[in-house]
């Protein structure tokens, strides 16, 4: 440590799936990370992956430890030493590391060098999520508010809905509900409510979300907005509107207030926002799900556009990264619509059925070498 005192960390890589190729999933920084939830997210990587049909499989790293009480020189030899001790498990063809909480551009960069140093020459697509002057790839940043953009588009078609008449209501307002919230409002939805950690603002009219996230850049919060009403986190989830997206945190619709939620489409932009026991009530209501496996997923699509662009050596302009990912996102979202409709179950159902069939079906296909 800076003092000079010596402090030791655990840190956890699973690797959950090999069957389509490489594993992939992030690393995560914080005191409370623990083997099961680092196991559970390694395997919901490997169903994300496999929905949107790119060749990798599941995995999801972290370390235990305080990120916001550590220096940037402390966090650099935590993540030299987490990177140094998986030499021989992670790399392009075998385990691809990418972002997750507590962990930026900046983490990925040191990844990559400390593994570039053990190779002794430069390996870009060992990780993703890099900076864009270190081989990262353009749309990286914005591609998962992008990805929930254009499945939301999709599923307002298929209900016959018209977007200046869409209300959006977005919980949380980071990377993903900020850049969701920013993309929807220039495509011309109005979105209604918007909210951090703090709580939340309405304007059933709509609101001027580039102002809104100038003025939550400036004040570091959404409290005193002008032109809008306050809104706890808790009520924002059950306001009138065509959309909503959880774009927060997990656990926020559950079987205390599914019953209240009135949107028509809930897309998932966090992971596992709506409990099982809501998922019901919810399919009870006839609410057009779009489960975080899909509706998240550009991300990931993403990081695997930076991991076969690395492998190139060339890189995409940005309106081309954007095309491919809508490609991916809207077949993906045909897909899980057609399983869904094909077996008589909800989306969330159909989205894990497609997924355990793709790993399955390509494990038969390579068969068992015994
Ligand atoms: P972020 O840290 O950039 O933003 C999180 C937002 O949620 C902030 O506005 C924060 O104030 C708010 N928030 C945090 N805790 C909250 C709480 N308890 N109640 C209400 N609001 C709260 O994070 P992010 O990257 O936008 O990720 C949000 C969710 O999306 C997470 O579940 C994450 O796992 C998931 N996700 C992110 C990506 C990605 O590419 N960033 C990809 C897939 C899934």
Redesign the pocket.
């Known amino acids: 440590m800076d003092n000079g005192h010596i402090e030791v960390y655990t840190g956890y890589r699973v690797q959950h799936n090999f069957a389509r190729g490489p594993a992939k999933g992030g690393i995560r920084y914080a005191p409370d990370v623990t083997l099961d939830e680092v196991r559970a997210l390694a395997a919901w990587m490997t169903w994300k992956c496999a929905v949107v049909n790119i060749p990798f499989g599941g995995a999801k790293g972290g370390i235990i430890c305080d990120p916001a009480q550590m220096s940037k020189g402390e966090l650099e030899k935590l993540t030299r030493r987490y990177t140094a001790e998986l030499i021989d498990f992670i790399g392009p063809e075998r385990d691809v590391p990418a972002p997750d909480m507590n962990t930026n551009e900046q983490t990925m960069a040191w990844i990559m060098d400390t593994y570039s140093m053990h190779a002794r020459h430069t390996v870009t697509a060992v990780v993703t999520g890099k900076p864009v002057d270190l081989s990262g790839s353009k749309g990286r940043i914005e591609?998962?508010g992008r990805g929930l953009l254009i499945v939301v588009e999709e599923a307002v078609k298929k209900l016959g809905l018209k977007p200046s008449n869409t209300r959006v209501v977005v919980?949380?307002?980071?990377?993903?509900?900020?850049v969701a919230a920013k993309l929807m409002h220039q495509t011309g939805y109005k979105v209604i409510a918007l909210?951090?950690?703090y709580g939340g603002i309405h304007n059933p009219n709509g609101l001027d979300i580039p102002d809104v996230m100038a003025y939550l850049e400036k004040h570091r919060t959404l409290e005193k907005y002008p032109n809008a009403e306050a809104v706890s986190?808790m009520d924002l989830l059950e306001l009138d509107c065509e959309v909503l997206l959880p774009?927060?945190?997990?656990n926020q619709i559950t079987s205390q207030n599914a019953n209240k939620i009135k949107c028509r489409i809930l897309a998932e932009?966090?992971?596992g926002p709506t409990t099982a026991a809501a998922d019901d009530i919810l399919e009870r209501k006839g609410v057009f799900v779009i489960p975080d496996i899909l509706a998240?997923a550009g991300?990931v699509t993403c990081s695997y556009f930076e991991w076969v662009q690395d492998r190139m050596g060339y890189f995409w302009k940005e309106d081309v990264v954007n095309e491919r990912l809508k490609d991916i996102m809207v077949e993906s979202f045909n897909d899980v619509v057609k399983y869904a409709e094909t077996h008589g179950v909800n989306n969330r159902i159909a989205a894990y059925m497609l997924a355990i069939d793709r790993v399955a079906y390509v494990t038969r296909l390579r068969g068992i070498y015994a």
């Open positions: 591609a998962t919980q949380g307002s980071g990377n993903v509900g900020g909210s951090d950690i986190n774009a927060a945190t997990e932009g966090a992971n998240n991300g």
